[in-house]
């Protein structure tokens, strides 16, 4: 007992130290920011409100790494195709690469355009303090999402907290509620599009690969096909979501591709389609010479799924990092905008030191708190594996070609997650068919039975003459009714398991219930604490 006590305290304060390490990180990085920020500016009017948003914009930032970025690598930690020292070293690298080489240098001021912003009739000190509160918001909405192991959309964050401080400012008018109906759409649209993709290439996996006698035979056929699949939808994804705020520099270095601002869905496809074809002629040929040692079970069949979810991780941060980097800086950009300028615009310019707060603030958030999310994404569900996290994988690039060619609102986040759910309840309803197969088999015994109890009293009238012979006929009969209730109860029993117990198993529906819940209040939570942060900044000036 003293020895358990003596662990459990060494256990505590090791944990004490590493919170306090990750809070001292944390506050530096913050107070980094603000220091550098207010003396950049110097003598500049507003400096103050400036200074104080980039540490906003640093909290905000270190809070997507802690909660968004799991989407990215959760599934590969989950199936242990990564180890969460590689997963967030990864992440980390390439969150970064993507904000810095393909975040662009001009961001929307608002977001997805979810108020008018001429309702703000040229007060800029106005501006600046709605952009300051949706920030702050945002951040501490999704601080506690992470604190309560929620994983969240954070535009749909930072969407609400602009809406808030909007309503606050300027009334309900500002807000563009054709917008924001779109917004809560992506609430039902992302997940279920997800889940249907992610449990369609599961089953398409499962039905070519590991439901095969021969599956070494069959994986050396379907794995580059499957994988050749993945390598197009995340090119394409990579040129339409994580290379279009440099679209432009890139026509210009290359210059055989149209004249566009942005890329099209053609020209991200011919560019997807080359790769795939390239790494389908390479790993046919590798797939071809491992032949030999790949073992004729499902583990073996799974290994071959390892590298490609590790590129798969790499290209999903990359992307996140181009894209959602706006999430952390979009405001602060605004508010460096207005303050320099003295005017409000639709659209910033970046300054490198903007966007160095956004990268390195996602790849710190990551480092200290990620883990947290990281883990729950990849286990906390449901059970992934190598083949479950590549479909989730999968969806996570294809739903978003697929809705962003139809115009329809989805976020990455809810794709992700409901991509989780969908390989869960698929495994949930092919056992479910598995067992109502042998249910429906026990059925069929006890009617067998049961027609043999028939002709027992049919023959045990023709007996009645003979006593002894009736009476054992009767034991014998009681005896066989007594086995039919016997399986009858067995077959209740089942049905209540498998409706229970084997749900529980698969898909953890206290996890899910959390998470929709945080989906659905996340837009209205980070809109009342935006308006109010706003109220509380302007009382506090005026």
């Known amino acids: 007992m003293i020895q358990m006590a ?53 909290y905000m930032a270190m809070n997507i790494g802690a909660n968004d970025v799991a989407n990215n690598v959760g599934p590969a930690v989950g199936s242990k195709a990564l180890t969460m020292g590689g997963a967030i070293t990864i992440a980390a690298v390439f969150e ?10 001009v961001v929307k001021t608002i977001k997805k355009g979810i108020i008018d912003i001429n309702a703000f009739g040229g007060n800029t000190d106005t501006f600046i303090w709605a952009m300051m509160a949706a920030l702050l918001a945002a951040a501490v909405w999704l601080n506690f999402a992470t604190a309560a192991k929620a994983p969240v959309s954070t535009t749909h964050s930072i969407v609400g907290g602009v809406m808030g401080a909007g309503i606050a400012a300027g009334g309900v008018g500002i807000v563009a509620w054709g917008t924001m109906g779109k917004i809560a759409a992506s609430w039902v649209i992302s997940p279920v599009l997800g889940g249907i993709i992610a449990a369609s290439f599961l089953f398409a996996i499962k039905k070519t690969i590991i439901y095969k006698d021969n599956k070494t035979k069959s994986a050396m056929k379907w794995v580059p096909i499957y994988v050749s699949i993945m390598t197009w939808a995340f090119v394409t994804y990579l040129t339409l979501k994580g290379l279009k705020k440099v679209w432009p520099s890139i026509v210009e270095a290359l210059v055989f591709l149209p004249d566009e601002k942005k890329p099209s869905f053609l020209v991200a496809a011919l560019f997807g389609l080359i790769v795939a074809g390239i790494v389908y002629f390479i790993l046919k040929v590798t797939v071809f010479k491992k032949g030999n040692h790949i073992e004729n079970t499902r583990a073996a069949v799974n290994k071959l799924f390892t590298v490609p979810l590790i590129f798969a991780a790499a290209l999903l941060s990359f992307a996140h990092g181009a894209n959602d980097v706006a999430n952390a800086i979009g405001p602060l950009a605004a508010i460096n905008d207005a303050v320099m300028t003295g005017g409000i615009s639709t ?25 947290k999310l990281i883990k729950t994404v990849g286990g906390e569900i449901t ?36 991509g989780i759910f969908g390989v869960g309840f698929l495994r949930e309803y092919l056992d479910l068919k598995n067992l109502n197969e042998e249910i429906v088999h ?31 006929d009767y034991q014998r009969i009681v005896t066989l009714y007594q086995m039919i209730d016997d399986e009858e109860e067995k077959i209740k029993s089942a ?8 749900k529980v198993k698969y898909v953890k529906r206290n996890a899910v219930k959390k998470i929709v819940a945080a989906w659905i209040i996340t837009v209205p939570a980070a809109g009342v604490l935006s308006a109010a942060i706003y109220f509380m900044i302007k009382g506090i000036v005026l």
């Open 495 to 502: 049905k209540k398991e498998l409706k229970n117990a084997e």
């Open 6 to 58: 003596k662990k459990m305290e060494k256990e505590a304060m090791k944990s004490s130290s590493g919170e306090f390490f990750r809070l001292g990180t944390a506050l530096f990085f913050m107070i980094s920011v603000l220091i550098y920020s207010f003396m950049k500016t110097g003598e500049v009017p507003n400096n103050v409100f400036l200074a104080v948003a980039a540490l906003f914009g640093a």
């Open 96 to 105: 970064a690469s993507g904000a810095f080489i393909a975040g662009g240098d």
């Open 383 to 418: 059970e992934l594996d190598q083949m479950r996290a590549f479909s989730v994988a999968m969806a996570a690039s294809i739903t978003v070609i697929i809705a962003s060619q139809l115009g329809l609102p989805v976020s990455s986040t809810h794709i992700a997650i409901g």
């Open 347 to 371: 659209k910033a310019s970046i300054p490198l030191w903007v966007m160095a707060v956004g990268a390195v603030g996602i790849a710190i958030g990551l480092a200290l708190y990620g883990p």
């Open 442 to 472: 026990e059925e069929e015994i006890i009617i067998d039975e049961r027609e043999l109890i028939k002709a027992y009293n049919t023959d045990l009238k023709i007996l009645e003459d003979k006593a002894e012979k009736q009476k054992e």
